[in-house]
């Protein structure tokens, strides 16, 4: 008999993510509780748990399941926080940071995926992730929380980091990016703001679709 889509699920918890070394078990529930499937084409759905990106249209992708725990673990999101997300997509890292009880505010510049993301979003009841259809280079400084953003989250890389994120950092907060040229060897950074400045430390080479619109 096929594999259902949870015992998929299920799957790839414990062999790509929990089997490679992240084992938080909040993290783990999340995604658990997030059906892949419903955020990827209809004709990827068979591949929806698949140890790899998959076309979402336009010319992007919904990222690797291992590279959005990932990403996630290194942002440590607590309940409450409220996150910047930039490139949306699918909606599918939003469904993951609104699992683990963040507020997320989610900018993507393709009008089409800004749709499909609210859809299915809504559908799936995850009420507290606006999606709004805008460049992510200056972030959303209107929309921060008065201390800035507990966490922000990048999944399109620009050559540099855009200083306006940077900015809009709360104090304790992180930044996860990748950084790097187009469609070649690109670092995933992780820059923490302190009281005075910022650290930054490369935690992986990675290939994310390009930051696209102007610096
Ligand atoms: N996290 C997504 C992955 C999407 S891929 C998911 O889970 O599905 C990266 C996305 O970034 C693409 O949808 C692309 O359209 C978007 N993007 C690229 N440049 C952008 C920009 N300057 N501002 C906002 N979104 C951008």
Excluded: N, W
């Excluded at 990932?70 to 409450?80: C, E, N, Q, R």
């Excluded at 490139?87 to 900018?107: P, T």
Aim: proline fraction near 8%; glycine fraction near 8%.
């Amino acid at each position: 008999m096929p594999a259902t889509d949870e015992e998929r699920r299920e799957r790839m918890v414990e062999t790509q993510i929990a089997q490679r070394g992240l084992t938080d078990p909040a993290l783990l529930a999340a995604f658990r509780a997030v059906p892949r499937h419903l955020f990827v084409p209809p004709a990827e759905r068979a591949a929806a748990y698949d140890d790899r990106p998959l076309s979402i249209g336009y010319g992007q992708t919904i990222s690797q399941p291992y590279i959005v725990a990932l990403m996630t673990h290194h942002l440590a999101p607590k309940p409450g926080d409220v996150i910047l997300e930039i490139g949306a997509g699918s909606g599918y890292q939003s469904a993951i940071l609104a699992e683990l009880g963040c507020r997320v505010i989610a900018l993507e510049i393709l009008q089409p995926l800004v749709d499909g993301a609210r859809a299915t979003l809504s559908a799936l009841g995850y009420h507290d992730v606006a999606v709004h259809c805008r460049d992510g280079h200056h972030g959303a400084p209107e929309l921060a929380p008065p201390g800035g953003f507990d966490g922000i989250l990048v999944a399109a890389a620009p050559a540099a980091i855009p200083s306006a994120l940077r900015d809009q950092l709360a104090v304790g907060a992180r930044l996860v990016i990748p950084v790097g040229p187009v469609f070649d060897a690109q670092d995933l950074v992780v820059v923490e703001r302190h009281a005075t400045g910022t650290s930054e430390r490369s935690v992986l080479a990675v290939r994310f679709v390009p930051l696209v619109g102007h610096d």
